[in-house]
Protein backbone atom coordinates (compact mmCIF):
# COMPACT_ATOMS: atom_id res chain seq x y z
CA UNK A 1 0.00 0.00 0.00
CA UNK A 2 1.48 3.37 -0.93
CA UNK A 3 1.99 5.80 1.81
CA UNK A 4 -0.83 8.11 0.28
CA UNK A 5 -3.52 5.61 0.01
CA UNK A 6 -2.75 4.50 3.75
CA UNK A 7 -2.70 8.18 5.20
CA UNK A 8 -6.29 8.27 3.20
CA UNK A 9 -7.57 5.60 4.77
CA UNK A 10 -6.75 6.56 8.35
CA UNK A 11 -7.91 10.43 7.97
CA UNK A 12 -11.31 8.76 6.84
CA UNK A 13 -10.80 7.02 9.82
CA UNK A 14 -10.35 9.69 12.44
CA UNK A 15 -13.12 11.46 10.81
CA UNK A 16 -15.61 8.55 11.59
CA UNK A 17 -13.71 8.09 14.99
CA UNK A 18 -14.16 12.13 15.11
CA UNK A 19 -18.36 11.69 14.71
CA UNK A 20 -18.58 8.85 17.24
CA UNK A 21 -16.95 10.99 19.79
CA UNK A 22 -18.79 13.69 19.12
CA UNK A 23 -22.44 11.98 19.90
CA UNK A 24 -21.07 10.37 23.35
CA UNK A 25 -19.03 13.79 24.05
CA UNK A 26 -22.37 15.87 23.50
CA UNK A 27 -24.69 13.14 25.53
CA UNK A 28 -26.23 12.05 22.06
CA UNK A 29 -28.34 15.24 22.01
CA UNK A 30 -28.06 18.56 19.53
CA UNK A 31 -26.02 21.12 21.29
CA UNK A 32 -28.52 23.48 20.36
CA UNK A 33 -31.65 22.55 20.78
CA UNK A 34 -31.10 19.80 23.23
CA UNK A 35 -33.02 17.33 20.88
CA UNK A 36 -31.91 13.24 21.69
CA UNK A 37 -30.18 11.79 18.47
CA UNK A 38 -29.56 8.57 17.04
CA UNK A 39 -26.05 8.13 16.09
CA UNK A 40 -26.87 8.28 12.00
CA UNK A 41 -29.14 11.35 12.40
CA UNK A 42 -26.65 13.16 14.01
CA UNK A 43 -23.99 15.93 13.31
CA UNK A 44 -20.43 16.54 14.14
CA UNK A 45 -20.07 20.13 13.03
CA UNK A 46 -16.65 21.55 13.28
CA UNK A 47 -16.26 25.01 14.75
CA UNK A 48 -12.70 25.26 12.65
CA UNK A 49 -13.18 24.08 8.96
CA UNK A 50 -12.15 20.81 8.21
CA UNK A 51 -9.65 21.63 6.31
CA UNK A 52 -7.34 22.99 8.97
CA UNK A 53 -6.19 19.56 9.26
CA UNK A 54 -4.23 19.50 12.62
CA UNK A 55 -7.46 20.91 14.39
CA UNK A 56 -9.88 18.31 12.37
CA UNK A 57 -10.02 15.51 15.13
CA UNK A 58 -9.47 17.41 18.13
CA UNK A 59 -12.36 16.78 20.82
CA UNK A 60 -12.70 20.64 21.61
CA UNK A 61 -13.01 21.74 17.76
CA UNK A 62 -17.24 20.25 17.63
CA UNK A 63 -20.51 20.02 18.58
CA UNK A 64 -23.16 17.43 18.14
CA UNK A 65 -25.67 19.50 15.52
CA UNK A 66 -29.32 17.72 14.29
CA UNK A 67 -29.91 18.09 10.42
CA UNK A 68 -32.19 21.51 11.71
CA UNK A 69 -30.11 23.43 13.73
CA UNK A 70 -27.22 22.43 11.19
CA UNK A 71 -28.27 23.59 7.93
CA UNK A 72 -32.01 25.42 8.55
CA UNK A 73 -32.54 26.94 11.71
CA UNK A 74 -31.90 30.98 11.41
CA UNK A 75 -29.26 30.35 13.75
CA UNK A 76 -27.61 26.87 12.12
CA UNK A 77 -23.62 27.38 11.04
CA UNK A 78 -24.36 27.17 7.51
CA UNK A 79 -27.01 29.60 7.49
CA UNK A 80 -25.49 32.28 9.47
CA UNK A 81 -22.03 31.92 10.87
CA UNK A 82 -22.38 34.72 13.22
CA UNK A 83 -25.78 33.89 14.95
CA UNK A 84 -24.00 30.64 15.32
CA UNK A 85 -21.35 31.69 17.13
CA UNK A 86 -23.99 34.29 18.99
CA UNK A 87 -25.07 30.82 20.52
CA UNK A 88 -21.87 29.25 20.93
CA UNK A 89 -20.56 31.81 23.19
CA UNK A 90 -24.16 32.17 25.74
CA UNK A 91 -24.31 28.52 25.62
CA UNK A 92 -20.87 27.30 25.34
CA UNK A 93 -17.92 30.16 26.64
CA UNK A 94 -15.25 27.56 26.78
CA UNK A 95 -15.75 26.08 22.99
CA UNK A 96 -15.51 29.76 22.28
CA UNK A 97 -13.09 30.86 23.86
CA UNK A 98 -10.95 27.57 22.64
CA UNK A 99 -12.14 28.78 18.70
CA UNK A 100 -10.35 32.03 19.66
CA UNK A 101 -7.36 30.73 20.79
CA UNK A 102 -6.88 28.10 18.34
CA UNK A 103 -8.47 29.96 14.68
CA UNK A 104 -5.25 31.52 13.50
CA UNK A 105 -2.82 28.84 14.37
CA UNK A 106 -0.80 27.51 12.20
CA UNK A 107 0.14 23.52 12.29
CA UNK A 108 1.56 20.44 10.25
CA UNK A 109 -0.74 17.52 9.16
CA UNK A 110 -1.19 15.06 11.56
CA UNK A 111 -0.27 11.53 12.03
CA UNK A 112 -3.78 10.18 11.02
CA UNK A 113 -2.82 6.63 12.66
CA UNK A 114 -1.68 8.11 15.60
CA UNK A 115 -5.09 10.24 15.43
CA UNK A 116 -7.22 7.36 15.78
CA UNK A 117 -5.31 5.76 18.72
CA UNK A 118 -6.08 8.95 20.59
CA UNK A 119 -9.58 9.25 19.47
CA UNK A 120 -10.65 5.49 20.51
CA UNK A 121 -9.28 6.47 24.24
CA UNK A 122 -11.33 9.75 23.74
CA UNK A 123 -14.21 7.63 23.14
CA UNK A 124 -13.20 4.85 25.80
CA UNK A 125 -13.12 8.11 28.00
CA UNK A 126 -16.80 9.55 27.48
CA UNK A 127 -18.51 6.32 27.21
ZN1 LIG B 1 -31.00 21.00 17.24
Not at 67 to 90: G, Q, T, W
Not at 109 to 123: A, H, M, S, V, W
Request: hydrophobic share 25%; aromatic share 14%.
Amino acid sequence: MSTKRSRKYYRNLADRLWQELMWYKWGGRCGLCGKRLGREEAIGHHFIGRRVYHLRHYPENGILLDNECHSHKPYAPHRSPNLFMDMIVKKYPDSYNWIQEHQHELGQEPDYKERCEFLRKEIKRWQ
